[in-house]
C-alpha cells in the first residue's frame, strides 16, 4: 500500500540515526585498532608508534574509498530543473555498476576469486613493510577492509543525503537574485539599449555606471546555476550590461536551446556577438533566422542586426553584402526601418571610399541618409558623427570637404 511522504522532522531524525550509526562503526574501528595495540608487549614508544601507523592506514583507505563514494553520490542536475529537489536527482551510477559487476561476475565465474585473497596479502604485505612496526597480515587485511567501506559509505551517503540540498539551495538563491528588482532593473537598461547610435568602441557607453555595477554583480552567477529559459535571459543581460559579451552570447545560446523558436533569443545573441566583435558569427546566426521567418516585424528586427554586423565587418566584402541586402530588401521593410537606410549610407560610403569614388556610392548614400532622417530624427547625430570621422565610424568621412558634397554636410548638419 503506499506511504505517505516523510515529515522533515522525521527526515531529519533518520538522518541523525544514520549518522549517529556511522560513528558508531568509527569509534568501533578505532577502539580495535588501539586494543590490538595495547594487546602488544611492547614500550610506551613503540605502543604509540604502532597506534599512529594504524591510524595512518586507517586515513588513508578512509580518504580513498571517501573519494570513490563523493563521486558516486554526486546528485545529477537535470537540465530543465522541474523537480522539488532544485533541479537534481540522485546519481544512480552505483545501480549500473552494481548491475555491470553481477554480469561480469556470472560470466567470467566465480573461481576467478581465489586471486583476491592473495591480492589483499599482498597489499597487507606492502603497507605493513612500510610502517616501521610489525602487524599481522590479518589484522591489516581486516583493517583495510573495514576502513575502505567505512569511507566509501560515509562519504556515499553523507554526499546522496546532504550535497542534493546544498546545490539546491545555491540554484534556489542565483535565482532569487535574477528575480529581484535590480535584475529587473538591468534587464529593462539593456531592453533600452538598441543599436542606433551604438559607438562601437565602447557599446556601453549609453548604459548607467550603476546599472554596470549592478549587472556586474548579477553576471557573477554561474550559467549552469540559471536553471530555466527566464532566468537564462536575464543572466545574459546582465553579463551583457556587465561588459562580458562572449558570456553573454554563451548564455543567450544555452537559453536558445531551450527554445529554439524564440527570436528574442536569437537577436538578444547576435548583438552580445556583435558587441564581442564576433561578426561572421553573428551574420550566421541572424541569416539562418531570417530563412525560418516570414513575419515582417520579425524580418524588420533580423535584418537591421544582418546590417549592423556586416558594415561593421571587414571590407570589401561587409558593405558589399551590406549593399545586395539592402537592395534586395522589399519595400514594405524598408518603409518601417530607418535602420537599413542608415547602414545602407554607411555602406556606401565604405564604398566610395575603397572603390575608387565612383560618384554613384555618392548619390546612393545621400539618398540612403535622406531616407532614414526622414523617418527618424535620432539617426542624424549618428550619421553626423560617420560623416565629421575622427572616430571608429567614420564610413561617411570622404564627404566631408567637397563642393560637390555639400547637400549630405546640409542634411547632417555639417558646416562646409
Not at 543525503?161 to 546545490?167: A, S
Not at 529587473?184 to 551604438?198: F, H, P
Request: proline share 4%.
Amino acid at each position: 500500500m503506499p506511504t505517505s511522504a516523510a515529515t522533515p522532522a522525521e527526515v531529519e531524525l533518520d538522518l541523525a540515526r544514520t549518522f549517529k550509526l556511522l560513528t558508531y562503526f568509527a569509534v568501533l574501528g578505532v577502539a580495535a585498532g588501539v586494543l590490538f595495540a595495547m594487546s602488544a608487549s611492547v614500550s610506551w614508544r613503540e605502543w604509540l608508534s604502532m597506534v599512529g601507523a594504524l591510524l595512518v592506514v586507517a586515513g588513508g583507505c578512509t580518504m580513498t574509498s571517501a573519494l570513490v563514494g563523493f563521486v558516486f553520490g554526486i546528485p545529477r542536475s537535470l537540465q530543465d530543473g522541474k523537480t522539488d529537489e532544485g533541479g537534481y536527482v540522485n546519481n544512480t551510477s552505483l545501480e549500473q555498476i552494481s548491475d555491470w559487476l553481477t554480469k561480469i561476475l556470472v560470466g567470467v565465474g566465480l573461481t576467478e576469486l581465489r586471486q583476491v585473497p592473495g591480492a589483499l596479502r599482498d597489499l597487507a604485505s606492502y603497507v605493513t613493510a612500510n610502517l616501521g612496526v610489525k602487524v599481522p597480515s590479518a589484522v591489516a587485511i581486516s583493517l583495510i577492509l573495514f576502513w575502505l567501506g567505512y569511507g566509501f559509505f560515509f562519504a556515499y551517503l553523507l554526499t546522496r543525503i546532504r550535497l542534493r540540498g546544498i546545490l539546491a539551495r545555491a540554484d534556489h538563491a542565483a535565482r532569487g537574485l535574477l528575480q529581484s528588482a535590480t535584475a529587473e532593473k538591468v534587464e529593462q537598461a539593456v531592453d533600452k539599449l538598441d543599436l542606433s547610435g551604438i559607438d562601437a568602441s565602447d557599446p556601453l557607453a549609453r548604459v548607467p555606471s550603476s546599472v554596470r555595477a549592478d549587472a556586474a554583480a548579477l553576471a557573477k552567477i554561474p550559467i549552469g546555476e540559471a536553471q530555466d529559459t527566464q532566468a537564462l535571459r536575464r543572466l545574459g543581460k546582465a553579463n551583457l550590461a556587465a561588459g562580458k559579451f562572449q558570456d553573454a552570447a554563451t548564455t543567450f545560446a544555452k537559453a536558445r536551446k531551450r527554445e529554439p523558436q524564440d527570436l528574442d533569443l536569437v537577436r538578444e545573441e547576435a548583438r552580445a556577438l556583435i558587441f564581442a566583435k564576433k561578426y561572421p558569427e553573428a551574420v550566421e546566426l541572424v541569416q539562418a533566422a531570417l530563412e525560418c521567418t516570414t513575419r515582417l516585424s520579425d524580418r524588420r528586427g533580423l535584418t537591421e542586426l544582418l546590417m549592423f554586423a556586416l558594415v561593421y565587418s571587414p571590407a570589401p566584402k561587409g558593405y558589399e553584402e551590406t549593399i545586395r541586402v539592402y537592395e534586395a530588401a522589399p519595400r514594405e521593410l524598408l518603409e518601417l526601418s530607418a535602420a537599413v537606410h542608415a547602414y545602407a549610407a554607411c555602406a556606401y560610403g565604405q564604398r566610395f571610399h575603397f572603390a575608387q569614388q565612383q560618384p554613384g556610392d555618392y548619390a546612393a548614400a545621400l539618398a540612403a541618409a535622406q531616407k532614414a532622417v526622414q523617418m527618424d530624427q535620432a539617426w542624424r547625430p549618428v550619421l553626423r558623427a560617420a560623416l565629421e570621422g575622427g572616430g571608429v565610424d567614420d564610413d561617411l568621412a570622404d564627404f566631408r570637404v567637397g563642393d560637390g558634397y555639400k547637400e549630405l554636410r546640409a542634411l547632417l548638419g555639417v558646416a562646409p
